[in-house]
């Protein structure tokens, strides 16, 4: 028997202790065995399907001061932008008719400007045509995201960050992890599908940490995992951080996928951007989903939450050909439905 038996063990009953998912982060020593047995698990539970959704980010305006993030309140040197209400209907228009995504993701800094009524206004005529809209816009009351489901939104992204509080309170001044956790707990109530994640390599941020942070979204049974590393960005207090680990979001979004095996797992931007075939690799090694970027002009260069973001001139178009083909390349195929976690 090889001492890497418990990883198909892994694979039917989806339960690693918390040492067995350090054992798998900590160095490459289980990596080619973890990526082949998240690629059977995804195989089995989620199939060849990849499902591609439609990203609009509208606003880059945040109120807050995320330490990590290019869209803190206090970088001055980012030009701001908030697109109308009429140009992200049309671009969610010409996403879903030109393009054919059957999902919408709306995304934003948290801008007070988008008041429930105006959100409602907006999530209603994109209801129209016929998508699903996930909204990943941030903290908000419950009867905000009550507001919002009843428009017509279907999922919410929130991601946890971390769950190690005392990191998660260093570099999120003025937020609590306490009222991030409960917007997760009220979405799940309001009978969204509910997205989480982490980002992977934070300073000060161990092992141990991460495989809680696995442990957490498996216990909230979170419908879809957004999984990506931290890339430091120049304009924020973080920019002498290290970051930039591939591997090991790689490894841990493969550990997800063997805890939570029917989950929607996206294939994150940021890992594009730190290898050219970033995105295609995670498909490989646990993840089911892709966002393209269907932001128009000027807006797209300016949504900077890490330097270097990929597929910054990438057009609706070309992402749907060029995800088309590459998907294709390596046996998969591009989902034709809306794509929600099947329970
Ligand atoms: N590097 C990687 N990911 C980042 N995010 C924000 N800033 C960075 C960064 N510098 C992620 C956060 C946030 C999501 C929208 O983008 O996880 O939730
Ligand atoms: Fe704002 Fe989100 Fe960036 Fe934090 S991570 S500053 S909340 S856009």
């Given at each position: ?9 892994a694979a039917d009953t989806h339960v690693l202790s918390k040492e067995q998912i350090i054992a798998l982060l900590r160095d490459d020593k289980y990596e080619k065995e973890l ?34 993030c290019g869209l803190r309140r206090d970088n001055l040197k980012i030009k701001r932008y908030r697109m109308s209400p009429e140009e992200i209907v049309g ?253």
């Amino acid at each position: 028997m090889s001492d890497s038996n418990f990883l198909q063990c892994a694979a039917d009953t989806h339960v690693l202790s918390k040492e067995q998912i350090i054992a798998l982060l900590r160095d490459d020593k289980y990596e080619k065995e973890l990526f082949s047995t998240a690629d059977e698990v995804r195989r089995k539970f989620v199939g060849d399907e990849v499902h591609l959704r439609g990203l609009i980010e509208f606003s880059n305006i945040c109120k807050n001061n995320c330490l990590y993030c290019g869209l803190r309140r206090d970088n001055l040197k980012i030009k701001r932008y908030r697109m109308s209400p009429e140009e992200i209907v049309g671009l969610a228009s010409r996403a879903a008719h030109d393009y054919g995504f059957k999902t919408i993701v709306m995304q934003s800094g948290e801008d007070l400007w988008f008041t429930p009524e105006r959100l409602k206004e907006i999530i209603s005529e994109i209801k129209k045509f016929d998508v699903a809209i996930t909204l990943s816009i941030g903290e908000k009351t419950f009867e905000e995201y009550a507001t919002y489901k009843e428009a017509g939104a279907d999922r919410y992204l929130i991601r946890i960050e971390t769950t190690d509080k005392d990191l998660y309170h260093r570099l999120d001044p003025d937020m609590s992890w306490e009222a991030r956790k409960q917007c997760l707990v009220n979405l799940g109530k309001l009978g969204y599908e509910v997205g989480s994640g982490i980002m992977v390599g934070l300073p000060g941020q161990t092992m141990e940490s991460i495989a809680d942070d696995l442990i957490f979204l498996k216990e909230m049974n979170i419908d879809m995992a957004g999984i990506g590393p931290f890339i430091p960005h120049p304009d924020t207090p973080l920019k002498n951080e290290k970051g930039r680990a591939f591997n090991l979001s790689l490894r841990t979004m493969a550990v997800m996928r063997l805890l939570l095996p029917d989950i929607n797992i996206p294939a994150t931007t940021a890992m594009e951007t730190l290898h050219p075939d970033g995105r295609i690799i995670a498909l490989q090694c646990g993840a089911n989903v892709i966002m393209p970027n269907v932001t128009e002009g000027e807006y797209r260069q300016l949504y900077q939450l890490y330097p270097g973001k990929a597929a910054l001139n990438e057009t609706p178009l070309y992402s749907k050909t060029n995800f088309g083909m590459r998907i294709e390349a390596i046996g998969r195929k591009i989902g034709t439905g809306y794509g929600s976690r099947k329970k």
